[in-house]
């Protein structure tokens, strides 16, 4: 991934995990920010691969088309 193609978000941690975080990047010699990328980029694997997390998406979808009928609606 090229530099400039990357988005900033902000990240609250709870103290304890931070500092856990910031223990795993210290032994693997490696920044925080690198392996939070990689557990998110996991986790988002995972859920790509979840059978209920298509599921939901597929609801959530189903009502938020609902809504934008119900929106356009001259009713």
Known sequence: MAK???KN???RLDPELAERLQTVAS???RSVS?????AIA????QRRQDT????????????????LRRLRSDD
């Not at 690198?34 to 990689?38: F, L, M, P, S, T």
């Not at 996991?42 to 694997?45: F, G, I, W």
């Not at 209920?52 to 809504?67: G, K």
């Open 42 to 45: 996991a986790l988002v694997d």
């Open 34 to 38: 690198d392996v939070a990328r990689e």
């Open 4 to 6: 400039d193609a990357t």
């Open 27 to 29: 032994v693997e010699g």
């Open 52 to 67: 209920q997390f298509s599921r939901l998406l597929e609801e959530n979808l189903s009502r938020h088309e609902e809504s």
């Open 9 to 11: 978000i902000l990240l």
